[in-house]
T-cell receptor
Framework: DGGITQSPKYLFRKEGQNVTLSCEQNLNHDAMYWYRQDPGQGLRLIYYSQIVNDFQKGDIAEGYSVSREKKESFPLTVTSAQKNPTAFYLC???????????FGQGTRLTVV | GNSVTQMEGPVTLSEEAFLTINCTYTATGYPSLFWYVQYPGEGLQLLLKATKADDKGSNKGFEATYRKETTSFHLEKGSVQVSDSAVYFCALSAFTGTASKLTFGTGTRLQVTL
């Protein structure tokens, strides 16, 4: 499983609710990323963090929020402002050399 | 900005056929290049990588060569198996300002039949 744990695997959200997706890593890597995957559109970057207590917006940050209080954890909150949140969400980590990324198993979020 | 273009799928092949999935990129500087594979309902797994021009990445019978002159990183395999059926993503890593980001192609679905 590569030392990256995403939970839950499936998540259902009602209209107007905020939900939080968990990403935990034990690889001791500095950089963590959240991507959204929609069918036929590849991966789009939501937020990333290169160091604890610091993070930056990616290409599609509107309607999402993150925190990085610990090196091991980078939770993503999907707020009610995100109008089309149904998607597959992937967390990734990279080491200080910024070479390849290692991915979690993903969380599938569905609005009901 | 940086970008990756992959051939559209799906690609349907018979078992033991030769595979090529084309990938070209646009980037400033000297990016690192990657191929990832995704099986249904799972995250992405690194398949192979190349960090400088003329490097050849290889793994599990798959190969790709970093061609700077043609800005390409085509994925090849000499004899595909049914178990290779998956979605394949080409990606590059490059610095944008002070941050290193990964840019992905849209993915190519491969279906291998008996």
């Amino acid at each position: 499983d590569g030392g990256i744990t995403q939970s839950p695997k499936y998540l259902f959200r009602k209209e107007g609710q905020n939900v939080t997706l968990s990403c935990e890593q034990n690889l001791n890597h500095d950089a963590m990323y959240w991507y959204r995957q929609d069918p036929g559109q590849g991966l789009r970057l939501i937020y990333y963090s290169q160091i604890v207590n610091d993070f930056q917006k990616g290409d599609i940050a509107e309607g999402y929020s993150v925190s990085r209080e610990k090196k091991e954890s980078f939770p993503l909150t999907v707020t009610s402002a995100q109008k089309n949140p149904t998607a597959f969400y992937l967390c990734a980590v990279r080491d200080r050399g910024y070479t390849e990324a290692f991915f979690g198993q993903g969380t599938r979020l569905t609005v009901v | 900005g940086n970008s990756v273009t992959q051939m559209e799928g799906p690609v349907t092949l018979s078992e033991e056929a030769f595979l090529t999935i084309n990938c070209t990129y646009t980037a400033t500087g000297y990016p690192s290049l990657f191929w990832y594979v995704q099986y249904p309902g799972e995250g992405l797994q690194l398949l192979l990588k190349a960090t400088k021009a003329d490097d050849k990445g290889s793994n599990k019978g798959f190969e790709a060569t970093y061609r700077k002159e043609t800005t390409s990183f085509h994925l090849e395999k000499g004899s595909v198996q049914v178990s290779d059926s998956a979605v394949y993503f080409c990606a590059l890593s490059a610095f944008t300002g002070t941050a290193s980001k990964l840019t992905f192609g849209t993915g190519t679905r491969l279906q291998v039949t008996l």
